[in-house]
Every structure is written in C-alpha cells, then in structure tokens.
C-alpha cells in the first residue's frame, strides 16, 4: 500500500534549512556548530520514523509537482531507499561530531562554508535515497556533485584546486552520460518511474537496450569510481579528513552505486538484465576492479590514497554482488552498502586522528603509535579486520553472503575473485596494525589521543561494525530491510 506522507520531503529540506541558519550564524561558531548537530538528529529521527511503515511492506509517497508529461517530481520511500537514507542520516550525525573536533583543532578556515556545503550534501543524498523516478534522482544527483566541490577544494591549495577541477571533470562528465540515458529511456518506455521488477522489457530491441544498459554503468559509474573512472578519487583525498569520511565512504561513491542497483533492478529488471546477458559480464568487469584496485593501494605510503584505493575495490564488491542477479548476491551487495561505510568511515577518521594529533599522512611514519593512540589503532584494526572479511566483524557477513551469491548463480570464478581480493586486503591493512603496535615509535614523545570529539565517533562506529556481525538476525536493522528489499523483487533468503 501507498501512503501519502511529507516526511520524505522533510528529511530533504531540513538540512537545506540547516544550511541557510549555518550562514546566519556564521559569527558564532556554538551557534553554528549547534545548527549542524540539532539538524543531523532530527533528520535521522524524521528518516527513523519511516522504517515500521516500510517493513510492514508499505511505500511511503509525496509529490510536488509535474516536470514532463508522466514525470512528477516525486519521492517515494521503499526498502532500498531506506536503507541509504537511514544509513547516511545517522552517519551524518556522528561525522558532525568529528567535523567540529577535526576543524576545532585544526584551526580550519571557512568552516562556514564547510558546514553549509556539508548540509546541502546530506540534503541531496537525501533526495537520490528517495526519488520516485529517474529524473528526480538525476537532479539531485547533479546537486551532490557541485555541493561536494567547495568541500573539495577546501584548503584552496594549488593540489586543492587541482583535486576540485578533476572531480568536478569526470562527475559532470558522467552526468552528462547519465542525462542521455534517461533520455533515451523516456523516448522508449514513455517513463521514469522505478519499478520492483523494471519497465524497460519490450520497449527497445536488445541492442538497443544493451547500449542503453552500458550507458547507465557508465554515468553513475564515475562516482561509483569503476576502473578506468576511478581516478577522481584518489585525487579528491586532499579534502579534509571528515569529507573523505562521509562524502566518499557514503554520500558521493553511495549515490553512484545506488544508481547503479536502482538502474538493474527497479529499471530494467533482473529478467531483462539476465535476457541481455549484461549481469554476468558486468560482474566480470567491476572483478577487474576489485583486484586492480587492490593492487594499486598496496603502492601507496599516504595512508587516505591507500584507504581510497581500498573504497575503489570495495565499491565493485556492491556492484558484483547486484550483477550475480540472485538473492544471496544483492543480499551481500545492499549489505556491504551499510557495512562498508561503517568500516571505511571509521578508517578515515582514525586516519584523522592520526593528523589531528601528529600531523602524520605516511604509513611510513606511523610505526609504534598503536602504543600511544591505543583506542584509535584498536578501532582501526577492527575495521581494517573486517573489510578484509574475518570475523566478528560485518565485512564477514557481507562477503559470505556474496560469495553465495556467486555459487547460486553457477559462476563460481567470482568466488575466487573475492578470496583474492581478501589476500590483497590482508597485504595492505596487517602491515599498519603490525607496525602501529609492533614495532618500536620512530618519535619516542607520547601524544595521547585525539580530543573527545574526534575520538567518540570513530569507536562508536568501530563498535557497531562488530555489533552488525555478532546480533542476531531478528535484530539486525539493516538485514530485515534488505530482506524487503530482496522479497519485494520477488526473492526469498
């Protein structure tokens, strides 16, 4: 059933409002730190409140007005959307946390600007989790592109400026792409609406529909950062630590792999996807990725690159496990949306900690400072653990389920793929931890750790990686939505 509801227009305005008091207040700072905090727990419980009414198997629905003839601009709440929007609005509230003990101690410039762009952002994940229909999704999916620039550029260095020109290059680029293929959709479907089981079938011929399947891939995967689009990434770590955290462990790479789920399943289809052929060969090529990128981390001494090239390996994880086009498969691809952030934002913000308190960006500097920053390198190695796929940690969970999803789907190369990537994980996360607690500090000072601020978000996340892995089933949030999600497709798991 579908329920009529301003509460997914809600969730979206107010951070918008949030940033317009941010500017207000620009010349208080506990004032303006103050609007950031109020707004990311009122988000969170305006998108909580939503969860009851969508695992009861309802839709939640609010329409503003007419774009096109049969495209409204629309939000609808679903399983999926939800899942996003639930996981993004609750992070916001712990990286607000972290922004003002990161940008505090850093004695940051415009932080203004940072916390304003910082809400637009949120404001516009918030409508990609809940539109009704691709043209909705692209608009604010084209609003998180220019809101994440300034935020990219933020230290307005010449490797700043440099890092903001390229991001801004291949993601406007991508959009462009992706404008085509929802024009191309309209001209053959006559709509955009997102649908359990697709609306393309029938409308176009194969070939057609395959150029038009690529086409897709191709404009959200930039900021899904598939091989060879990826490059923007690495590059785009010069933004401050708090950004990279949500923006490119969440928010950007998230709206980008979002699209790409929305566009298999709710567009096409997973009967035209498998009729196409287009599932297994896309599975074979994000497994390019995910091995290449692995590779590549393992070159890098600055410790964000090497946590962006670890995202860009991860991200094709999410993707393979949709493409396989069984239940296992999604399961473990819609969970690594949830688990992975938790894992990967808590990497950043250790990796934050770290700078804030020793100003340290190499893995090469870092030897012995497990023994003085013991609650940081701990949460640290928790998630390095658990993207690596071991247990007591949620990343195990994610890989078994798409390892499953592998042999459900007869193609067990792809279990290989994974088993692969988890030695490559191994090979550039366990040196950190060894070196971090093993090996003697190259400074002997004791810095201590990082204040309060930064240090409570990232073992909270830290904590709830574990927490994900080790409940049970009945009381895992984000597997009883994924299980909507795959149930409405019309699975079982």
């Known amino acids: 059933m579908e329920i009529i509801s301003i509460k997914p227009l809600l969730a979206v305005l107010i951070s918008l409002i949030c940033a317009l008091l941010i500017v207000l207040s620009r010349k208080n700072k506990n004032i303006r730190e103050s609007w950031t905090i109020l707004t990311s727990v009122t988000k969170f419980?305006?998108?909580?409140?939503?969860v009851p009414t969508i695992l009861r198997g309802d839709t939640i629905a609010y329409?503003?007005?007419?774009?096109?003839?049969?495209?409204?601009?629309?939000?609808?709440?679903?399983a999926f959307g939800l899942l996003f929007g639930v996981l993004a609005s609750f992070l916001w509230i712990l990286t607000s946390l972290y922004s003002i003990g990161y940008m505090r101690s850093l004695k940051e410039h415009a932080q203004t600007r940072y916390f304003a762009c910082f809400a637009i952002a949120i404001s516009a994940t918030m409508g990609i989790a809940f539109a009704a229909n691709l043209l909705t999704l692209f608009i604010f999916y084209e609003i998180l592109t220019l809101s994440v620039y300034p935020l990219v550029i933020h230290k307005e260095t010449p490797e700043a400026k440099s890092g903001g020109r390229k991001y801004l290059i291949?993601?406007?680029?991508?959009?462009?792409?992706?404008?085509?293929?929802?024009?191309?959709?309209?001209?053959?479907?006559?709509?955009?609406?997102?649908?359990?089981?697709?609306?393309?079938?029938?409308?176009?011929?194969?070939?057609m529909l395959q150029m038009l399947f690529v086409l897709f891939i191709i404009g959200f995967g930039v900021k899904s950062a598939v091989m060879p689009l990826h490059s923007w990434l690495p590059t785009a770590m010069v933004?401050?630590?708090?950004?990279?955290?949500?923006?490119?462990?969440?928010?950007?790479?998230?709206?980008g792999i979002f699209g790409v789920v929305r566009v298999i399943y709710f567009v096409f289809g997973v009967d035209l996807v498998s009729e196409l052929d287009m599932g297994i060969a896309l599975a074979y090529f994000v497994s390019f990725t995910i091995i290449v990128?692995?590779?590549?981390?393992?070159?890098?001494?600055?410790?964000?690159?090497?946590?962006?090239?670890?995202?860009?390996?991860?991200?094709?994880?999410?993707?393979?496990?949709?493409?396989?086009?069984?239940?296992?498969?999604?399961?473990?691809?819609?969970?690594?949306?949830?688990?992975?952030?938790?894992?990967?934002i808590t990497l950043f913000f250790c990796a934050g900690a770290i700078y804030v308190v020793t100003h340290k960006k190499n893995i090469s500097e870092?030897?012995?400072?497990?023994?003085?920053?013991?609650?940081?390198?701990?949460?640290?190695?928790?998630?390095?653990?658990?993207?690596?796929?071991v247990p007591p940690v949620c990343g195990f969970l994610s890989k078994w389920y798409l390892s499953m999803g592998a042999i459900e789907a007869n193609e067990v190369f792809f279990v290989?793929?994974?088993?692969?990537?988890?030695?490559?994980?191994?090979?550039?996360?366990l040196p950190i931890v060894f070196n971090a607690f093993f090996k003697e500090p190259d400074d002997k000072s004791s810095v201590g750790e990082a204040p309060p601020f930064i240090l409570i978000p990232l073992t909270i996340t830290a904590i709830i990686s574990i927490i994900l892995c080790i409940v049970p089933e009945t009381l895992n949030p984000f597997l009883q939505i994924v299980k909507e999600v795959v149930e409405n497709i019309g699975w079982k798991i």
């Open 45 to 50: 419980v305006i998108v909580a409140s939503m």
């Open 63 to 78: 329409t503003l007005m007419s774009i096109l003839p049969g495209i409204p601009f629309e939000f609808r709440v679903d």
């Open 170 to 207: 291949y993601t406007l680029s991508g959009g462009v792409v992706l404008l085509l293929a929802i024009i191309l959709t309209y001209s053959f479907a006559g709509s955009l609406e997102f649908m359990n089981h697709g609306f393309l079938a029938g409308h176009a011929s194969p070939e």
């Open 239 to 255: 933004a401050p630590t708090p950004v990279s955290a949500l923006l490119h462990a969440v928010a950007v790479v998230k709206a």
């Open 293 to 344: 990128a692995s590779m590549f981390a393992l070159a890098q001494d600055n410790l964000k690159r090497r946590l962006a090239y670890s995202t860009i390996s991860q991200l094709s994880y999410i993707i393979l496990g949709a493409a396989l086009l069984t239940p296992s498969g999604l399961t473990g691809g819609i969970l690594h949306i949830a688990h992975h952030a938790f894992m990967k």
């Open 366 to 389: 870092m030897n012995g400072i497990g023994r003085s920053m013991p609650i940081t390198m701990a949460a640290f190695s928790i998630c390095a653990i658990g993207l690596i796929g």
């Open 416 to 429: 290989f793929v994974l088993l692969v990537s988890s030695l490559l994980n191994a090979a550039y996360f």
